[in-house]
């Protein structure tokens, strides 16, 4: 019965894992937070943070973990850009009545614009850009820490890591973030090598907020790897501009520091969202299942077409 079904929104990132679980008629009963859910860090480690997450919101309705049958999961997940990691969500063994997956971008943007044309850059632990425009959907980076997530937390901080130990040997100029950072590490290159064998995007993404702190107190260094971030995240707006998107809105921690210091030209396209990724996640898996998003009444009450 349509009545019994229950739908979970997912946003999985590279730092946290953030779920909104709702009625069929689409009563919210309750959210949760759990730990890194990027689809790279493998489907075992996914889903077990996913279903903390679950058991976290049900329990704020009086509900527990013997109700995942009835939950229909719509996963919004960073890393879900090549067809392979959608696979192995989707294959994986779970306990819920069905898992439909896209990336993080892909739902915040269904979020963002409640199912309309329009564009997103989140601007988190990674990057992606995203757009859509009709029934196309326009992808800009997000092709993971190694060779994409610019202007994205992690990068950042790596790019502030390398700098600091560079310098700490003598190679460039130590300047007060470069000596925090290295403080951060006793001053010891072995420490960080040993910390670097293990780290994970997340780990580096935890050093970006001092590097801003830096910037603002007019670092030399820090200023540059910022500008050097501004640079990069004007540079995707612009290609999701060429591809036909007309507004665009920014999401994730670090577009918070980002946003104010983007060209002033950009304010007449900038919008803030109508919803989030989890808002996102659970529209996609109610058209999945053929349950008609019923917050669409809300927002097309003005004379709107639905999606």
Not at 108 to 134: F, M, P, Q, R, Y
Not at 269 to 290: H, N, Q
Request: charged share 20%; net charge neutral; with cysteine.
């Amino acid at each position: 019965m349509t009545n019994d079904m229950l739908f979970a929104g997912v946003d999985g990132g590279g730092t946290s894992c953030r779920v909104r679980i709702e009625t069929a008629a689409g009563q919210t009963l309750g959210e949760g937070y759990a730990g890194p859910s990027n689809s790279r860090l493998g489907a075992a480690r996914v889903y077990f943070e996913i279903e903390k997450a679950c058991v976290e919101a049900l329990h704020q309705s009086g509900r527990g973990r013997e109700d995942f049958s009835r939950i229909h999961v719509g996963l919004g997940l960073a890393g879900l850009g090549l067809q392979r990691e959608v696979q192995a969500m989707l294959s994986f063994p779970h306990s819920f009545a069905s898992v439909s997956a896209a990336t993080d971008a892909y739902t915040a943007c269904l979020g963002a614009h409640a199912g309309k044309n329009g564009g997103i850059l989140i601007l988190g632990t990674g990057s992606c850009g995203l757009g859509i425009v009709e029934k196309e959907v326009i992808n800009i980076g997000g092709w993971g820490f190694e060779i994409s997530d610019h202007a994205g937390g992690a990068l950042l901080g790596l790019s502030a890591i390398r700098s600091s130990l560079f310098a700490a040997e003598g190679c460039r100029p130590e300047t007060a973030l470069t000596k925090a950072i290295m403080g951060h590490f006793k001053d010891d290159p072995q420490s960080m090598v040993k910390w670097a064998e293990n780290a994970e995007p997340h780990n580096y993404g935890s050093f970006a907020p001092t590097v801003f702190e830096f910037a603002e107190k007019k670092d030399p260094l820090a200023e540059r790897l910022v500008a050097k971030s501004v640079y990069e995240a004007s540079s995707m707006i612009k290609a999701l501009r060429a591809r036909g998107v007309e507004s665009i809105c920014l999401m994730g921690g670090i577009s918070k520091r980002i946003k104010p210091l983007l060209p002033t030209e950009f304010n007449v396209f900038l919008c803030d969202p109508l919803g989030d990724a989890m808002d996102g996640a659970i529209r996609m898996v109610r058209k999945d299942v053929s349950v008609p998003n019923l917050k669409d009444h809300d927002v097309l009450g003005k004379g709107g077409d639905k999606a």
